[in-house]
């Protein structure tokens, strides 16, 4: 269950920032002392979507270019 480190209106606004991508999912777990099974079913209670990763920063273009040329 959620721990009452945050909780509230204090809590949502956390979620809700990193739902949408707003802050991490270490920063959110130290800032609420939640468990990531614990922030997925805040996120699901609240009816928010799970944060969208941009994975293409973190590939060179090279890399890129291999995903284009399977995937696209």
Known sequence: ???DIVVGQELDQLLRAYSEGKTGRRELEQAT???F???LAGLARRGLPLPRVDTRVHFNEAQ???Y???FG
């Open 33 to 35: 002392g939640l468990w």
């Open 68 to 70: 284009e040329q399977v």
């Open 64 to 66: 890129r270019l291999l």
């Open 1 to 3: 269950m959620e721990t």
């Open 37 to 39: 099974g614990e922030i």
